[in-house]
């Protein structure tokens, strides 16, 4: 089955950095796309950020500039290189493949102002 742990999240002051980790089994990693989503409390789960399997990307406007999505298909692992962080950044972060969407546990991250 489909298996994603994220990894990476903390507490950051606004302005700093964090870079989150998404590892994946059970799918054809090298072949998916893979997608970034964020939930803050009492809102709709985002899409943030994805990436093919060739690298080509594409991001929310609220994170463009900002987050950086990579991959590496050795390790099966996808990335998300997160700077300039904002208070309204803070939410739990998921991984998954797109199209067809699966769900980890997710990282929490925190930004104090």
């Known amino acids: 089955q489909v298996q994603l742990v994220e990894s990476g999240g903390g507490l950051v002051q606004a302005g700093g950095s964090l870079r989150l980790s998404c590892t994946a089994s059970?799918?054809?990693?090298?072949?998916?796309?893979m997608a970034w989503f964020r939930q803050a409390p009492g809102k709709q789960r985002e899409w943030i950020a994805q990436i093919t399997g060739s690298g080509d990307t594409n991001y929310a406007d609220s994170v463009k500039g900002r987050f950086t999505i990579s991959r590496d298909n050795s390790k099966n692992t996808v990335y998300l290189q997160m700077n300039s962080l904002k208070p309204e950044d803070a939410a739990v972060y998921f991984c998954?493949?797109?199209?067809?969407?699966?769900w980890g546990q997710g990282t929490q991250v925190t930004v104090s102002s």
């Open positions: 998954t493949p797109w199209p067809r969407l699966y």
């Open positions: 059970g799918i054809r990693f090298s072949i998916n796309t």
